[in-house]
């Protein structure tokens, strides 16, 4: 099958390459993102591989089911990026992959814990320089902490694993209850309860429209003095300029973040040449109790081997006029765990 690969990365044709053995699939790879701009680019193609950042609203899914386009295939496990009532109704299926390493998530999740609570990445700074006071770089330990867990599908139940190895209490919220989650000993509670109890939370869970802006002035208010605030799963999870506010009041004593809700003009692009243009991002990272990256935390072997065998099924599934488990339904309303 003849598939535009969209928002190529040197390791993005690598993986998919290795997973498309014989020439499966003829892969054409694009640098540019998926809109209604670049959508011309798949002419004669009928199917389209997507990312993250990638945007396949109503008028970008027109243009490619009119140039021979049926298929979406998702190299991710969230859809928020494609309007998924659109595609049904130009019969276009949308493909992802729902779980490609849960570990990698879950660990980078505890690595920024660690990195913001020893301060970490600001004692590498200073012994590059040869100072080595520790003068500021004190922390806490994390054994007998209560952590948050917004989430609990397969990497919120990850993350709970390790930080029970830690010896944290674990507070939990989702809409279903993971009874993994709960044989850890984690308590499911009421959003209200989590927030005034936890010395840290962590996200884990889908943008829907149900979670957009979760964590905003009203929910920040609700916390202890001195939280830290974790977030690997969607950027427009939090409010970003509420959060800027609770760290100004010192409400918000940490903040870890591997995603932005305006990322997708910055990440997975070497801008350090260039001036960037958003104020609230620039803010952000002069708060020195701030740690960002930008959205690695999936950045494995294991998950770039996993994401592109599950691609390459999928589009075999679909070309083949086979059932295919990762399909999504248009009228599913609530994003699968990830």
């Given at each position: 099958m003849k598939v535009a690969v969209f928002s190529t990365k040197a390791y993005d044709r690598q993986f998919l390459e290795a997973a498309n053995p014989q020439n499966q699939h003829e892969l054409v790879f694009f640098e540019p993102r998926l809109d209604r701009d670049t959508a011309i680019l798949a002419t004669g193609f009928p199917a389209v591989c997507v990312f993250v950042h990638d945007r396949a609203d109503a008028p970008t899914l027109e243009l490619l089911a009119s140039q021979g386009t049926r298929l979406i295939a998702l190299r991710c496990a969230g859809f928020n990026n494609v309007d998924l009532k659109a595609a049904a109704e130009l019969g276009i299926t949308v493909v992802r992959v729902p779980a490609y390493s849960p570990y990698a998530v879950a660990e980078h999740t505890v690595g920024l814990i660690l990195s913001l609570n020893r301060k970490i990445h600001r004692a590498h700074s200073r012994v590059r320089e040869g100072n080595f006071s520790i003068e500021g770089l004190l922390g806490f330990d994390l054994n007998g902490r209560t952590v948050g867990i917004i989430g609990t599908g397969k990497i919120g139940q990850i993350v709970g694993q390790i930080l029970k190895g830690f010896g944290c209490h674990l507070l939990t919220y989702d809409v279903y209850r993971n009874p993994a989650v709960?044989?850890?000993?984690?308590?499911?509670?009421?959003?209200?309860?989590?927030?005034?109890?936890?010395d840290i939370?962590?996200?884990?869970?889908?943008?829907?429209?149900?979670?957009?802006?979760?964590?905003?002035?009203e929910a920040i208010q609700q916390m202890k003095q001195g939280i830290m605030l974790i977030n690997t799963s969607r950027g427009a999870l939090i409010d970003t300029t509420a959060v800027i506010e609770g760290l100004k009041s010192g409400k918000i004593k940490y903040l870890g973040i591997d995603v932005y809700e305006q990322e997708s003009d910055l990440f997975f692009e070497d801008l350090s040449e260039k001036i960037i243009q958003d104020d609230i991002f620039q803010r952000l990272i002069t708060f020195p109790n701030v740690l960002i990256t930008g959205h690695q935390a999936f950045f494995t072997e294991e998950a770039l081997r996993n994401i592109s065998e599950t691609t390459v099924a999928n589009i075999s599934d679909?070309?083949?006029?086979?059932?295919?488990?990762?399909?999504?339904?248009?009228?599913?309303?609530?994003?699968?765990?990830?």
């Open positions: 709960e044989k850890l000993g984690a308590k499911y509670v009421e959003l209200s309860e989590l927030f005034a109890n936890s939370i962590t996200l884990h869970c889908p943008l829907t429209p149900q979670t957009h802006h979760l964590i905003n002035t679909f070309e083949q006029g086979r059932p295919c488990q990762n399909e999504i339904a248009a009228q599913q309303k609530v994003a699968a765990k990830v």
